[in-house]
């Protein structure tokens, strides 16, 4: 029965994980006054990429060709290690967080690598700018899971989820909350979304996640993206586990309860793209600043409380 329920779970966050941005694309239109796409629409826009060639800039080396797969595989493996309904990942060991953080940061050290293979400025400057964000988002997460262990008094993150519940939220309202907002900025952040940046713009000077794949195409395109949905899954998960944290032990109404919560946290998202603006990328680094202070003071708060 585990191994249904693990094979349930693989299967559902592999086969839905494209709806979750195609949600946030659908509320941002209507927020527009648009009907907008189907929510449907970036499972066919995959399909499409898959079934076309690939084309190589002529100064790429080995490098950029085995990124886009490479990219893909970390970031599908980190996302098997994420519990899904109450059920253990794929994995589940004391601090497999720190593993999930491991696979996504070897994913984005491929794909700065890929982009400077490329020997593109355009693409290096994208870059660059990755890595430089990267080293103010990463603290945020850590912060955020050492204040969510000392809260359950857990180190795996099913052991966190486990024990998150409204009861838990009851006795720790404030620190919960304020969790909750770091980790939400950072999803923004690590997913390429308004108001850290913006997947569907084409000014190469402003991008930064698009303009490290502008050279890559067909399958290659196809697994960039597909890794950017399975990313925003995994970050989403953290903040809908701690938004909806029920547990009533039967798995299907707690799947339901935990895609509910993707489906709110993806809300949430499209909002926040339909009422901010995009932030000039010098104060970038200063959203990500004050999340991190977020946590931090959740952590303070935490550890004066015991």
Same mark, same amino acid.
């Given at each position: 029965?585990?191994?249904?329920?693990?094979?349930?779970?693989?299967?559902?966050?592999?086969?839905?994980?494209?709806?979750?941005?195609?949600?946030?694309?659908?509320?941002?239109?209507?927020?527009?006054? %648009?009907?907008?796409?189907?929510? &449907?629409?970036?499972?066919?826009?995959?399909?499409?990429?898959?079934?076309?060639?690939?084309?190589?800039?002529?100064?790429?080396?080995?490098?950029?060709?085995?990124?886009?797969?490479?990219?893909?595989?970390?970031?599908?493996?980190?996302?098997?290690?994420?519990?899904?309904?109450?059920?253990?990942?794929?994995?589940?060991?004391?601090?497999?967080?720190?593993?999930?953080?491991?696979?996504?940061?070897?994913?984005?050290?491929?794909?700065?690598?890929?982009?400077?293979?490329?020997?593109?400025?355009?693409?290096?400057?994208?870059?660059? %700018?990755?890595?430089? &964000?990267?080293?103010?988002?990463?603290?945020?997460?850590?912060?955020?899971?050492?204040? $969510?262990? %000392? +809260?359950?008094?857990?180190?795996?993150?099913?052991?966190?989820?486990?024990?998150?519940?409204?009861? $838990?939220?009851?006795?720790?309202?404030?620190?919960?909350?304020? +969790?909750?907002?770091?980790?939400?900025? $950072?999803?923004?952040?690590?997913?390429? %979304?308004?108001?850290?940046?913006?997947?569907?713009?084409?000014?190469?000077?402003?991008?930064?996640?698009?303009?490290?794949?502008?050279?890559?195409?067909?399958?290659?395109?196809?697994?960039?993206?597909?890794?950017?949905?399975?990313?925003?899954?995994?970050?989403?998960?953290?903040?809908?586990? +701690?938004?909806?944290?029920?547990?009533?032990?039967?798995?299907?109404?707690?799947?339901?309860?935990?895609?509910?919560?993707? &489906?709110?946290?993806?809300?949430?998202?499209?909002?926040?793209?339909?009422?901010?603006?995009?932030?000039?990328?010098?104060?970038?680094?200063?959203?990500?600043?004050?999340?991190?202070?977020?946590?931090?003071?959740?952590?303070?708060?935490?550890?004066?409380?015991?």
């Amino acid at each position: 029965m585990e191994n249904i329920k693990i094979f349930f779970q693989i299967l559902v966050i592999f086969s839905l994980a494209p709806i979750l941005p195609g949600i946030i694309n659908r509320v941002k239109a209507k927020f527009a006054g %648009r009907q907008g796409r189907s929510i &449907f629409q970036l499972y066919f826009d995959l399909y499409k990429l898959i079934n076309r060639g690939m084309v190589y800039p002529k100064v790429s080396g080995i490098i950029f060709k085995m990124a886009a797969p490479s990219v893909l595989a970390f970031t599908a493996a980190s996302a098997v290690i994420m519990p899904f309904g109450g059920q253990s990942g794929l994995l589940s060991f004391s601090g497999d967080f720190l593993l999930i953080a491991y696979f996504l940061a070897f994913s984005r050290f491929l794909l700065i690598l890929s982009a400077m293979d490329t020997s593109s400025a355009f693409e290096g400057m994208g870059a660059s %700018r990755e890595a430089q &964000f990267a080293v103010f988002a990463e603290p945020v997460f850590f912060m955020s899971m050492l204040t $969510l262990s %000392r +809260i359950t008094g857990e180190t795996s993150v099913y052991g966190i989820f486990s024990k998150l519940s409204p009861d $838990l939220w009851i006795q720790n309202a404030p620190v919960l909350s304020l +969790i909750t907002g770091s980790l939400f900025i $950072l999803l923004l952040c690590e997913s390429s %979304r308004v108001p850290f940046d913006d997947p569907d713009t084409h000014l190469e000077l402003t991008m930064i996640h698009e303009v490290m794949i502008l050279d890559n195409s067909g399958t290659d395109l196809a697994f960039m993206l597909y890794a950017s949905y399975l990313k925003f899954w995994i970050y989403a998960s953290f903040v809908s586990a +701690i938004i909806l944290p029920r547990h009533s032990d039967f798995f299907f109404s707690d799947s339901f309860i935990y895609m509910s919560g993707l &489906f709110f946290t993806s809300v949430a998202a499209g909002v926040t793209e339909s009422i901010m603006a995009r932030v000039r990328l010098l104060r970038v680094p200063q959203f990500l600043l004050a999340a991190f202070s977020i946590s931090v003071m959740a952590f303070v708060f935490q550890a004066v409380k015991g």
